[in-house]
């Protein structure tokens, strides 16, 4: 199978979640010398199939330093490849696809975003990417619409068919000013890299949180300058509109898509063949516990026998067990970086005060319901809630309504923080305010932030939520409203 991509060595997701270009590159990299440990450990030849590894990179709006990141990347993998022994050029050379950055994007003055991700794709083309994802530029209000997405696609042929910029392999080459910090790059991650090695290996770096840490450090911290006004987000923190057009969004109906996913599966079970897709699923399982066999080889043949991703993952969880990420709290980043403002100070004072009058600090649980993977916002509000004096619990990814009910009951929490940006809010927000009032915990607050088109923001009011806090919403302003919340319903 010589086209066959084995995987794509991903950076984005740490990069959506708050790393520096840096900590990315480093991290990343990590990554994929883990991946080739773990393929040369198995008996693969390495010149076999090193030449088909493939990374993904995020790009931000640090224009240069974006930039410098993927030459960098270029230059650290030969270097590892080396060490590995590569023997075929092709087996020491980078392919890299990049995406635009989504958390870069904001809600006020949407179509600035167009601007921000032209930029960022112009600086994956000048950093060598292979391939380009570029994302709309309401993705910041809602799932993107067929004219955004429209933008989006054009921005990537504009670049491509009219401006002759690809015609140049690096055009930044032989620029003093992009070879140092190309070199200051590398050498940075180099240096993580280093240190990932002796605490050993990004296994171990991530069991022991150290990887979650950094990141999430590095997420507040940036977060912090931006709501201080230290780092000017144009239209959002500096040259605000005064007024606000209503933006079209897409509408989607997740219960409808919810219903059709569960009758197609229903369907397709009820049509195969259910003795050949037990086997096969049982075969896996076997292959997991004695490892005879090739596990995808096997899994492709339970997808033949129409067994589903889930029956398949299952059959793999029952070997393997399921990995669950310990939920940490990252303290003491988000206040520093803020900077001594008065609200701040003011805010600290008040929440010490009801903690003085009630006996114990306002308790908030920070949850993520559903599939939707992407934290950062998540885990930004309970670092920053805490250094204002907040008591902060921290679900698990992928929750179900009813199992994030269960928790904030069992933790006594005054409020729910519900991070979405899957599109599901009208489903899983909802579902869960019933899970509360069905397990008896009708007087907790919940308030929503991340991706909700303003037209949802009624119906979500309605249902009882007590606040939504889109992209953009100042840290210091969520939590007073959420204080608020607290109050009002203690008092009634």
């Known amino acids: 199978m010589p086209k066959f991509n084995p995987i794509s060595i991903s950076g984005d997701h740490m990069q959506e979640a708050g790393a520096t270009p840096v900590l990315e590159l480093a991290l990343t990299l990590a990554n994929g010398l883990t991946y080739v440990k773990a393929a040369q450990q198995r008996g693969l030849n390495l010149d076999d199939f090193a030449g088909r590894l493939s990374f993904f990179w995020g790009i931000g709006m640090d224009f240069y330093p974006e930039v410098a990141k993927l030459r960098a990347a270029r230059l650290l993998w030969w270097r590892i490849m080396q060490k590995f022994g590569a023997q075929e050029d092709k087996s020491s050379k980078l392919r890299a696809h990049c995406q635009t950055s989504g958390w870069s994007l904001a809600a006020q003055d949407p179509y600035n975003n167009v601007v921000r991700t032209t930029v960022e794709a112009l600086a994956a083309v000048f950093g060598g990417t292979q391939s380009l994802h570029t994302n709309a530029f309401d993705e910041a209000i809602a799932l993107p619409s067929d004219m955004s997405s429209r933008i989006a696609r054009n921005t ?74 230290k780092i000017v987000i144009v239209g959002v923190s500096k040259y605000r509109c005064d007024h606000e057009a209503e933006q079209e969004t897409l509408r989607v109906d997740t219960t409808k898509v919810r219903e059709s996913q569960l009758q197609l599966l229903s369907d ?66 988000y206040g520093p970086n803020y900077g001594d403002h008065d609200h701040w100070a003011q805010l600290k004072t008040r929440i010490a005060g009801f903690s003085k009058r009630h006996g114990r600090p306002p308790r908030v649980l920070i949850a993520k319901l559903g599939q939707d993977g992407h934290d950062r916002g998540a885990k930004i509000v309970a670092s920053s809630f805490a250094d204002l004096g907040f008591a902060v619990d921290i679900g698990s990814l992928f929750q ?66 007590i606040g939504i806090y889109g992209p953009g919403t100042p840290i210091p302003d969520a939590a007073s409203g959420v204080l608020e919340g607290i109050l009002n319903r203690l008092e009634s």
């Open 156 to 229: 990537q042929l504009i670049l491509q068919e009219e401006t002759n910029i690809t015609a140049v392999v690096d055009p930044w080459g032989g620029s003093y000013f992009m070879e140092s910090l190309t070199k200051q790059i590398a050498d940075a991650a180099w240096q993580i890299i280093e240190d990932i090695d002796a605490m050993g290996g990004m296994i171990r770096a991530i069991e022991s949180g150290w990887v979650n840490q950094q990141i999430e450090e590095s997420a507040a911290a940036k977060q912090a300058k931006i709501d201080s006004g």
């Open 268 to 333: 397709i079970k009820a049509a195969r063949d259910c003795d050949a897709a037990r086997e096969a699923l049982e075969a896996i399982t076997r292959c997991g516990y004695d490892g005879k066999g090739n596990l995808l080889e096997l899994s492709i043949s339970a997808m033949k026998a129409r067994a589903t991703v889930g029956e398949v993952s299952e059959a793999l969880e029952k070997c393997f067990g399921r990995y669950t990420a310990e939920a940490r709290l990252v303290s003491g980043v």
């Open 400 to 465: 179900t309504a009813e199992e994030c009910a269960r928790q904030a009951i069992e933790n006594d929490v005054h409020a729910i923080g519900v991070s979405t940006l899957s599109g599901a809010h009208t489903t899983l927000v909802p579902a869960m305010l019933d899970e509360l009032k069905r397990q008896g915990g009708d007087g907790i607050c919940v308030f929503v932030g991340g991706v909700i088109p303003r037209q949802d923001y009624s119906a979500l009011y309605d249902s009882g939520i």
